[in-house]
Nanobody
Framework: QVQLVESGGGLVQAGGSLRLSCAAS????????MGWFRQAPGKQREVVGT????????YYADAVKGRFTISRDNAKNTVYLQMNSLKPEDTAVYYC??????????????????????WGQGTQVTVSS
């Protein structure tokens, strides 16, 4: 069973930055397509960004393009989300998730969440105005 553990959330002022990390257990992380998602109170969970198994392909939601960067280090079994120029509307619980096969970042972004294989427990990000 693969476990995903997020860290790096917290409280930050608008315009600030945070870097989230998602550490995965298991030996096959390099074969997983990974993504970051968020859910604000009273809203549906939404895609933030996804990254292909090798890291060459990425996808971003329009709301975060140019501000957020997703990356991964397969040697460390970790995927990151660098968040810059944060806005109050970025406030949410942020989750990482994995699809346990090699697909494109775009394909993961459009898949139903029910088809994802693993989810983390989430980390809270709060952006104050």
């Amino acid at each position: 069973q693969v476990q995903l553990v997020e860290s790096g959330g917290g409280l930050v002022q608008a315009g600030g930055s945070l870097r989230l990390s998602c550490a995965a257990s298991g030996r096959t992380f390099s074969s997983y397509t990974m993504g970051w998602f968020r859910q604000a109170p009273g809203k549906q969970r939404e895609v933030v960004g996804t990254i292909s198994w090798g890291g060459a392909g990425t996808y971003y939601a329009d709301a975060v393009k140019g501000r957020f960067t997703i990356s991964r280090d397969n040697a460390k079994n970790t995927v990151y989300l660098q968040m810059n120029s944060l806005k109050p509307e970025d406030t949410a619980v942020y989750y990482c998730a994995a699809v346990a096969r090699r697909i494109t970042a775009q394909a993961m972004a459009v898949m139903p969440f029910s088809q994802y294989d693993y989810w983390g427990q989430g980390t809270q990000v709060t952006v104050s105005s």
